[in-house]
């Protein structure tokens, strides 16, 4: 505890203090707080999906703005909610976990948070433009993308904010680590959840830019007369997606590798053991980036590719599931013979194992070309990127949310509400997506209105699941709220597993200039 | 807070961490020319080249119902039509089949004939001799034009492939907005 100082806050009050902020924790707040909002308007475009899909036929919205609400609701939910929230936690827990004072550029740090409201604004103010939003699928592929309206104009500003923003949050990032760890906090000695950040970080300086380059691309085909994705001045429409997946495919490890380095915090906490095979650890995160470089044309098997570049695709692809492999095996290993309890960081941390390596298989399934040519843009490949991204990414979050709340906020969550959060959560989930592996299989095309009736039974099932987790969402934010403002004030330290810096050097909650001296972690 | 030579040690990682994010933000433009590169030497991108062929035997065993089918886009109203829609041909037989493009505007243009087949997989096995689509055409005002497409079917066709669509597409060469760079990655492809 001696590296807290009694602190002169010379800052504004109010609203100005976190305009003008550039301390890592009112950042990270502000980053969890925005990325929940927009997970919420994602999330109410989901319902509008679901509604849609209730029932084969036309009841609830007209098939444009139906286009329109998945493509926002796909660039909302990655862009604006998961990579955001994740960012967050990368603000209040590296300085914290690796003994430094702030991030590395605080000044930038402040800039990297507040370009994301405009981004956000330009992203769903486009539904308001002449047309709509473009109604395009997140994955903007041309040449739909150069005959929509203005609100594709704005949607593909917004892209580009939100890339400098992340770009700039991951130098952040990536100096922070490299640069301002503690004495003796050497690089093998960091935390995983720290590893994880260092490797994303990398992941998003090498592949944002690729995508700016690709919608600047389509801008300039808009507007300015270029033809690089317009087959009749010369140019391809199947390098947009060559260059879309080369960033692509990197993007779904942006969002998945800061979940798994939540989940290594979370799982030897409370299993009261260390984590097993850390370098492992390490270094299969290090194989799993640098692969998800390599693989990109796996999501466009359909396209025409020879055959010797869809095997060597398809064998690229299924090579990934070593290193990812090592990591489930090793969070089980962590586990064995550990003395495990079960509050509500570590229930959501076994569902993201759970229901994450079921979608790591169904992506499997997914990288052999003859099986992904007829499950292509069918709802088995939304199933499965739905069983990643929310039970993988989305768990993942909510088991930092729970695990390190008391430290940020020095209040604890109410356990049994928390508990009952996670089995709406996973239950709903289940009814949600599960049933849509069935549908894919059985041939539903996605982002269609409507459908065959053969499909209307799981249909149905499926937006009564997505109601159901919706409002498990608004119970989460009861949740929060709650322990925010009523709250049990937490023990110095709630969890006695936990052993990295924030819950060992640090009182509960964290003050709020935290390691301005740093501590000495030499033996 | 952090000390002066911290500050120029962070100061140097911006730079080089700045460095590799503009790096592949040329990267992702590099993909262009690369890209076509790949698709030059693997031989995916060989539209507006004569095949070569080697085998002359005409297979009089079977016989190969050939559709022909041509659309325009362009935004000034003229057409192309095949004179024939259908021909019953040998595999290895030559076959010749004009399409006819009228001009009904004042307008000149310049535009370039994109081949498609149907089924996707018989596409290698159309040997086109001689086809306005190898080059741009520059079609003249109130003109009329027959183009001849002179092909013969690879007799490697599978046995289970009875009918085969050959479908042009011509599209507008937008010869006035066309910059430099434009009008030489046009040239590439010709060559």
Same mark, same amino acid.
């Given at each position: 505890?001696?590296?807290?100082?009694?602190?002169?806050?010379?800052?504004?009050?109010?609203?100005?203090?976190?305009?003008?902020?550039?301390?890592?924790?009112?950042?990270?707040?502000?980053?969890?707080?925005?990325?929940?909002?927009?997970?919420?308007?994602?999330?109410?475009?989901?319902?509008?999906?679901?509604?849609?899909?209730?029932?084969?036929?036309?009841?609830?919205?007209?098939?444009?703005?139906?286009?329109?609400?998945?493509?926002?609701?796909?660039?909302?939910?990655?862009?604006?909610?998961?990579?955001?929230?994740?960012?967050?936690?990368?603000?209040?827990?590296?300085?914290?976990?690796?003994?430094?004072?702030?991030?590395?550029?605080?000044?930038?740090?402040?800039?990297?948070?507040?370009?994301?409201?405009?981004?956000?604004?330009?992203?769903?103010?486009?539904?308001?433009?002449?047309?709509?939003?473009?109604?395009?699928?997140?994955?903007?592929?041309?040449?739909?993308?150069?005959?929509?309206?203005?609100?594709?104009?704005?949607?593909?500003?917004?892209?580009?904010?939100?890339?400098?923003?992340?770009?700039?949050?991951?130098?952040?990032?990536?100096?922070?680590?490299?640069?301002?760890?503690?004495?003796?906090?050497?690089?093998?000695?960091?935390?995983?959840?720290?590893?994880?950040?260092?490797?994303?970080?990398?992941?998003?300086?090498?592949?944002?830019?690729?995508?700016?380059?690709?919608?600047?691309?389509?801008?300039?085909?808009?507007?300015?007369?270029?033809?690089?994705?317009?087959?009749?001045?010369?140019?391809?429409?199947?390098?947009?997606?060559?260059?879309?997946?080369?960033?692509?495919?990197?993007?779904?490890?942006?969002?998945?590798?800061?979940?798994?380095?939540?989940?290594?915090?979370?799982?030897?906490?409370?299993?009261?053991?260390?984590?097993?095979?850390?370098?492992?650890?390490?270094?299969?995160?290090?194989?799993?980036?640098?692969?998800?470089?390599?693989?990109?044309?796996?999501?466009?098997?359909?396209?025409?590719?020879?055959?010797?570049?869809?095997?060597?695709?398809?064998?690229?692809?299924?090579?990934?599931?070593?290193?990812?492999?090592?990591?489930?095996?090793?969070?089980?290993?962590?586990?064995?013979?550990?003395?495990?309890?079960?509050?509500?960081?570590?229930?959501?941390?076994?569902?993201?194992?759970?229901?994450?390596?079921?979608?790591?298989?169904?992506?499997?399934?997914?990288?052999?070309?003859?099986?992904?040519?007829?499950?292509?843009?069918?709802?088995?490949?939304?199933?499965?990127?739905?069983?990643?991204?929310?039970?993988?990414?989305?768990?993942?979050?909510?088991?930092?949310?729970?695990?390190?709340?008391?430290?940020?906020?020095?209040?604890?969550?109410?356990?049994?509400?928390?508990?009952?959060?996670?089995?709406?959560?996973?239950?709903?989930?289940?009814?949600?997506?599960?049933?849509?592996?069935?549908?894919?299989?059985?041939?539903?095309?996605?982002?269609?209105?409507?459908?065959?009736?053969?499909?209307?039974?799981?249909?149905?099932?499926?937006?009564?699941?997505?109601?159901?987790?919706?409002?498990?969402?608004?119970?989460?934010?009861?949740?929060?709220?709650?322990?925010?403002?009523?709250?049990?004030?937490?023990?110095?330290?709630?969890?006695?597993?936990?052993?990295?810096?924030?819950?060992?050097?640090?009182?509960?909650?964290?003050?709020?200039?935290?390691?301005?001296?740093?501590?000495?972690?030499?033996? | 807070?952090?000390?002066?030579?911290?500050?120029?040690?962070?100061?140097?990682?911006?730079?080089?961490?700045?460095?590799?994010?503009?790096?592949?933000?040329?990267?992702?433009?590099?993909?262009?020319?690369?890209?076509?590169?790949?698709?030059?030497?693997?031989?995916?991108?060989?539209?507006?080249?004569?095949?070569?062929?080697?085998?002359?035997?005409?297979?009089?065993?079977?016989?190969?119902?050939?559709?022909?089918?041509?659309?325009?886009?362009?935004?000034?109203?003229?057409?192309?039509?095949?004179?024939?829609?259908?021909?019953?041909?040998? #595999?290895? !037989?030559?076959? %010749?089949?004009?399409? &006819? /493009?009228?001009?009904?505007?004042? @307008?000149?243009?310049?535009?370039? *004939?994109?081949?498609?087949?149907? #089924?996707? !997989?018989?596409? %290698?096995?159309?040997? &086109? /001799?001689?086809?306005?689509?190898? @080059?741009?055409?520059?079609?003249? *005002?109130?003109?009329?034009?027959?183009?001849?497409?002179?092909?013969?079917?690879?007799?490697? /066709?599978?046995?289970?492939?009875? @009918?085969?669509?050959?479908?042009?597409?011509?599209?507008?060469?937008?010869?006035?907005?066309?910059?430099?760079?434009?009008?030489?990655?046009?040239?590439?492809?010709?060559?």
């Amino acid at each position: 505890m001696e590296a807290v100082h009694d602190h002169d806050h010379h800052q504004p009050a109010g609203l100005m203090r976190y305009v003008t902020t550039t301390n890592h924790k009112d950042i990270g707040s502000m980053y969890l707080w925005f990325s929940f909002v927009m997970f919420l308007m994602g999330g109410v475009m989901a319902l509008v999906i679901r509604a849609e899909l209730f029932q084969p036929g036309l009841q609830v919205v007209q098939p444009e703005f139906f286009n329109q609400m998945t493509t926002l609701h796909g660039l909302i939910m990655v862009f604006g909610a998961i990579m955001p929230a994740f960012v967050g936690f990368a603000n209040w827990q590296i300085p914290m976990m690796i003994g430094a004072p702030d991030m590395a550029f605080p000044r930038m740090n402040n800039w990297s948070f507040w370009l994301l409201p405009p981004a956000g604004i330009l992203l769903a103010g486009s539904l308001l433009a002449p047309g709509g939003a473009g109604g395009v699928g997140w994955t903007l592929y041309a040449p739909l993308t150069v005959q929509q309206g203005m609100g594709m104009d704005m949607m593909i500003f917004s892209i580009h904010i939100l890339g400098m923003s992340s770009i700039m949050g991951s130098i952040n990032i990536v100096t922070t680590i490299l640069n301002l760890r503690a004495p003796g906090m050497t690089m093998m000695k960091m935390p995983l959840f720290v590893w994880t950040w260092l490797i994303t970080a990398y992941l998003l300086i090498a592949a944002m830019p690729v995508l700016a380059g690709a919608v600047t691309m389509t801008l300039t085909d808009r507007h300015f007369g270029t033809h690089f994705f317009n087959a009749a001045g010369g140019g391809d429409p199947v390098m947009y997606q060559h260059i879309f997946w080369f960033f692509g495919h990197p993007e779904v490890y942006i969002i998945a590798i800061p979940a798994f380095g939540v989940i290594s915090e979370v799982i030897p906490t409370f299993s009261r053991k260390p984590l097993f095979g850390y370098a492992s650890m390490v270094y299969a995160t290090a194989s799993i980036a640098i692969l998800s470089f390599l693989v990109w044309a796996h999501h466009m098997y359909t396209v025409g590719m020879p055959v010797e570049a869809q095997l060597y695709y398809m064998f690229a692809t299924m090579l990934i599931a070593v290193p990812t492999g090592v990591k489930v095996f090793n969070w089980i290993a962590t586990m064995w013979k550990g003395s495990m309890s079960f509050e509500t960081p570590m229930l959501f941390a076994q569902g993201f194992l759970f229901l994450f390596t079921i979608g790591g298989f169904t992506g499997l399934v997914l990288a052999l070309t003859p099986v992904d040519i007829q499950l292509h843009d069918g709802y088995y490949v939304v199933a499965h990127f739905h069983y990643v991204m929310v039970a993988g990414a989305l768990f993942a979050a909510f088991a930092g949310v729970y695990y390190w709340l008391p430290k940020w906020i020095g209040r604890m969550y109410d356990e049994r509400l928390g508990k009952i959060h996670f089995w709406l959560s996973i239950i709903f989930f289940n009814v949600t997506f599960f049933v849509q592996h069935f549908l894919g299989l059985a041939g539903m095309p996605r982002r269609i209105p409507d459908y065959a009736l053969q499909f209307a039974d799981w249909n149905m099932v499926s937006s009564i699941g997505a109601f159901g987790f919706g409002f498990s969402q608004i119970f989460f934010l009861y949740i929060l709220l709650k322990a925010i403002k009523s709250g049990e004030k937490a023990p110095e330290k709630p969890w006695d597993g936990a052993t990295t810096l924030e819950w060992t050097h640090l009182p509960t909650p964290a003050p709020y200039h935290s390691f301005e001296t740093p501590p000495n972690l030499k033996d | 807070m952090a000390s002066d030579t911290s500050k120029l040690e962070n100061r140097q990682t911006l730079k080089k961490l700045v460095f590799i994010a503009i790096l592949m933000f040329g990267f992702g433009y590099a993909l262009v020319p690369l890209y076509k590169k790949i698709c030059e030497v693997t031989g995916v991108y060989s539209l507006t080249k004569p095949d070569e062929v080697v085998n002359t035997q005409v297979d009089e065993s079977r016989s190969i119902v050939l559709e022909f089918d041509a659309n325009s886009r362009n935004e000034t109203g003229w057409e192309i039509i095949p004179l024939e829609n259908r021909k019953t041909v040998h #595999p290895g !037989e030559l076959v %010749q089949v004009t399409f &006819k /493009l009228t001009n009904p505007t004042a @307008t000149t243009f310049e535009a370039q *004939a994109i081949p498609s087949y149907g #089924p996707k !997989e018989a596409g %290698q096995y159309v040997k &086109k /001799l001689e086809c306005f689509c190898f @080059t741009q055409q520059k079609i003249n *005002a109130n003109e009329t034009r027959d183009f001849p497409v002179v092909l013969v079917i690879d007799p490697e /066709l599978p046995k289970d492939v009875t @009918t085969v669509t050959l479908s042009y597409t011509m599209f507008e060469i937008e010869v006035k907005s066309t910059t430099e760079n434009r009008q030489a990655s046009l040239r590439e492809r010709q060559s």
